[in-house]
């Protein structure tokens, strides 16, 4: 206690030398500072500038529900919730709506519920990490911090549809609220090769558009006709579309 009160003294007296040797715009910062420390006496008591993060995901921004994407982190009702699923759904005379999926990051359950478009949401503010996915095995992925080394496991279901596109050393971000991982995201372009594909038939006169390709990840996509067997082509992992040759 005699430490604590010491220190205090001196940050004060501190304050009050800075401020009175150069009247700066510095000096006003200080004394905002100072006014904010203050007010944080009181035993168990937690301001903004003891913990700015902790503060921050508790503030969220309001956006119209059709900006609404899966991964996303929502509050509704005292709930926190991720969003599994969104779908912009057609109405008729009834206008349009966004049909999404939720599921409550506390308890774990799911909920379906319907918003309209422009009806305004809140979302909660989350804090993002990278990753290297060191490999998957079963329904985890084994991750690792670059910068600490630290290591993590994740269910693939974080990753939604994007799990399909996991590769060993991808660099990948994680979503993270209170410490935990809600949803994660890979990269949006990314390389894999033709496992299997229909030979490209030459001289026909009507050429068709597309055909199916099997990738090396498990994964079906269209592919323009003249692609072949072993070929490496840079796909969109948020649609699962065909970009271009890799090389």
């Known amino acids: 206690m005699r430490i604590?009160?010491?220190?205090?003294?001196?940050?004060?007296?501190a304050l009050r030398t800075l401020t009175t040797l150069s009247p700066s715009p510095l000096s006003h910062l200080l004394h905002s500072f100072s006014a904010c420390r203050s007010t944080s006496t009181a035993p168990g008591d937690t301001r903004l500038c003891d913990c700015p993060w902790s503060a921050s995901q508790l503030?969220?921004?309001?956006?119209?529900?059709i900006h609404l994407r899966a991964g996303n982190v929502i509050e509704k009702t005292g709930h926190v919730?991720?969003?599994?699923?969104?779908?912009?759904?057609?109405?008729?005379?009834?206008?349009?709506m966004m049909q999404v999926e939720l599921r409550d990051?506390?308890?774990?359950?799911?909920?379906s519920l319907r918003f309209g478009t422009e009806e305004p949401v809140e979302r909660v503010f989350?804090?993002?990490?990278?990753?290297?996915?060191l490999y998957t095995e079963h329904n985890t992925a084994f991750l690792i911090e670059p910068d600490t080394f630290e290591q993590l496991e994740v269910s693939l279901d974080i990753f939604g549809k994007a799990a399909a596109y996991l590769k060993d050393e991808?660099?990948?971000?994680?979503?993270?609220?209170?410490?935990?991982?809600?949803?994660?995201s890979v990269p949006k372009h990314v390389t894999f090769k033709i496992k299997e594909t229909q030979p490209h038939m030459k001289g026909l006169t009507a050429v068709p558009r597309y055909k199916k390709a099997l990738l090396d990840n498990g994964v079906t996509i269209q592919v323009p006709p003249y692609l072949e067997i072993g070929e490496e082509i840079i796909i969109n992992t948020e649609d699962g579309s065909f970009v271009k040759r890799a090389n």
């Open 81 to 96: 919730y991720r969003v599994v699923e969104a779908e912009h759904k057609q109405q008729g005379r009834g206008g349009a």
């Open 170 to 184: 991808m660099k990948v971000t994680l979503q993270l609220y209170d410490g935990r991982p809600l949803s994660g």
């Open 126 to 133: 989350v804090e993002e990490k990278s990753f290297t996915c």
């Open 4 to 13: 604590s009160r010491a220190l205090l003294f001196l940050h004060s007296t």
């Open 59 to 65: 503030r969220g921004v309001k956006v119209n529900a």
């Open 105 to 111: 990051v506390d308890t774990g359950s799911k909920v």
